[in-house]
């Protein structure tokens, strides 16, 4: 027994076990991997493996979203065992290339697919609004008969869990397949996603991260091996991801979707609050030619919608005791705050502590020009308030014991600690505090949640645009500024991120020449750090924003923004 708590082994028999849940037919030659070298789009990959039939490539393929699979199922066009097999065997792919899973139960999905289809069969009715839908769901999150785990090996020496966590189980009970578990970081707490389990890349650009701490999830939605992830934020890890390989998602006020069990990196420390949401991919459909967009299907915020009436439809504010009973209200009509009912929409180009690097301010300001020209909106600047003391404030808040916690579950097997785990666990804010320290910081947090909200309502807006980060989707190991997701964390606002159509390109995206007065050191690195040709490809997404509990208003207003998207 002794033996299985020495590291390396136990993440060794650990990543082991995993990769032999893979079907010998579904693995990838070392001489197919080796076409794929660092830096490689991959996305292509699944056709050219041969892998995967006609029909399996079809049902997979970008141009169908969660909301069209469903409603091929009701049509009786596909079976839950068609989809769960088509999704099952790209995931399977995926994994290979881009180091995205923990978990992988292909029989036990299959079986349930079946029980679905013999239901629907038998009864005429489906069991739920996501009857035979698969659906990927991040590592920590409880699923009954599978080990939950936030990027430690000592967790893989934990029981499985004995039932599904409240979330797992609404998603379950509306008739959701579940098949895999998605890669996290050690930790759980950073923009990129790497553990003992491995580094998640990113599918556009291997050489780029695909974000964290839900990276496992939104380089799988990407690659077509999952039509609907779920992951969670307490700093951006639903954002960064999403942005990172350029897909849709919604950062909900927190105590509104439950949580439930499962192995939360930093139990008990809750004076932020992580909120859980989906991950969904872009939908495109082309229409009569192959430079024409049909803007009507660029999106997956119906996908969005439909998470959260499923979710928030099951009334989940019974089963947990500190959710507040708001249901989805993304029916009602809105009252704007511009003139002529428009949408008051604040720019905020960027936090006043770190410049965009040159692709996202084109984006922002593409996005933006493309708004002035409809109706919809009224378009005044935001001005950032106090966003470095908030994101400082957060990152102290994080680590209240000084990052104790985190090395005592590292310790457990002797794991080492990874840089970024490092980094982030002796960050400047972060030390070990007294129950008085905690109290003050609880105040301070109070404080400035209170001056936020007031500036907020001073500039007279709806809705904020900006940047979800200061670049791209960042190369490996060096997502450290966490301010423009973070900051959002502190005060609990609702935000969204999605994808703009447009992507980084080293002959538009020139660096920046032109001297400067620098706002921080993390300006500093993110400007003089920037090379173009390292983004090429990588999508550009942004960020909207609304007050505490404004989760419906972020979404109607998006709804406006997306009728323009994608921008050419």
């Known amino acids: 027994m002794e033996s299985a708590l020495v590291w390396p082994q136990v993440a060794l028999d650990a990543v082991a076990e995993r990769d032999a849940r893979i079907p010998a037919f579904l693995r990838l030659a070392p001489s197919f991997l080796a076409n794929y070298p660092l830096g490689s789009d991959v996305r292509s990959a699944v056709e050219a493996s041969g892998l995967l039939t006609a029909e399996e490539l079809e049902i997979t393929a970008s141009t169908s979203d969660a909301t069209t699979i469903l409603e091929r199922i009701k049509r009786k066009e ?52 996501l009857h035979g839908l698969p659906v990927s769901i991040k590592d920590h999150m409880d699923i009954a008969g599978h080990k939950s785990g936030s990027g430690f090996s000592g967790d893989t020496l934990n029981p499985p869990a004995s039932k599904h966590g409240s979330f797992a189980q609404v998603l379950y009970d509306s008739g959701a397949v579940f098949y895999c ?13 790497y553990s003992f389990w491995g580094q998640v890349v990113n599918p556009h650009n291997t050489a780029l ?51 439930g069990s499962g192995s939360a990196p930093l139990p008990g420390a809750n004076s932020i609050v992580e909120a859980f949401g989906p991950i969904c991919r872009r939908w495109v459909l082309r229409r009569d030619s192959s ?58 180009w960027h936090d ?31 001005l950032p308030f106090k966003h470095l003391e908030a994101s400082e404030l957060a990152h102290e808040l994080y680590f209240v014991d000084g990052g104790a916690r985190v090395r005592e579950r590292a310790g457990v097997t002797g794991e080492p600690i990874l840089p970024l785990t490092e980094w982030v666990i002796t960050h400047p804010a972060v030390k070990n505090h ?80 032109a001297s400067r007065t620098w706002m921080s ?32 208003t972020v979404i109607q207003a998006l709804r406006e923004i997306e009728r323009i998207l994608p921008l050419q």
Not at 79 to 105: G, M, N, P, Y
Not at 319 to 344: A, C, F, M, Q
């Open 434 to 513: 007294t129950m008085a320290e905690l109290w003050d910081l609880n105040l301070r947090r109070e404080a400035l949640r209170a001056e936020f909200l007031e500036h907020y309502n001073s500039q007279k807006v709806d809705v904020v645009l900006c940047p979800v980060g200061p670049s791209p989707a960042p190369l490996l190991g060096t997502a450290k500024y966490w301010g423009y997701t973070n900051v959002w964390n502190f005060v609990d606002y609702p935000a969204a991120v999605f994808p703009t159509g447009l992507y980084a390109d080293p002959v538009h995206d020139l660096k920046d020449s």
């Open 181 to 193: 578990k998605t890669n996290v970081p050690q930790a759980s707490m950073h923009l990129e996603t």
């Open 78 to 129: 596909l079976t839950a065992v068609q989809i769960v097999t088509a999704f099952a065997k790209r995931a399977a792919i995926a994994h290979q290339l881009l180091s995205c899973l923990t978990d992988f139960f292909l029989d036990e999905a299959l079986e349930r697919a079946k029980q679905l289809d013999d239901h629907y069969e038998q009864t005429g009715k489906l069991v739920g609004p």
């Open 521 to 552: 050191d993390a300006d500093v690195v993110n400007t003089t750090s920037y090379q173009a040709e390292a983004f090429k490809g990588a999508p550009l997404c942004l960020q909207l924003v609304s007050r505490r509990f404004g989760d419906e």
């Open 209 to 259: 991260t695909s974000g964290g701490s839900s990276g496992g999830c939104s380089a799988l939605v990407a690659f077509g091996g999952s039509p609907f992830g779920t992951g969670s934020d307490i700093g951006g890890s639903l954002r960064s991801p999403s942005a990172a390989c350029g897909l849709w998602t919604l950062k909900p006020t927190t105590l509104r979707v439950p949580r």
């Open 291 to 348: 430079t024409y967009y049909n803007p009507d299907n660029f999106n997956s915020l119906r996908d969005i919608d439909l998470w959260f009436s499923v979710v928030l439809g099951s009334k989940p504010w019974l089963n947990e005791y500190d959710l507040v009973p708001i249901p989805w209200r993304i029916s009602e009509p809105s009252i704007w705050s511009g003139s002529d009912n428009k949408i008051r929409l604040g720019v905020m």
């Open 352 to 382: 006043g502590v770190v410049l965009p690097q040159p692709p996202i301010r084109r984006a922002l300001k593409a996005l933006v020009d493309a708004l002035t020209k409809i109706q919809a909106f009224e378009i005044v600047d935001y």
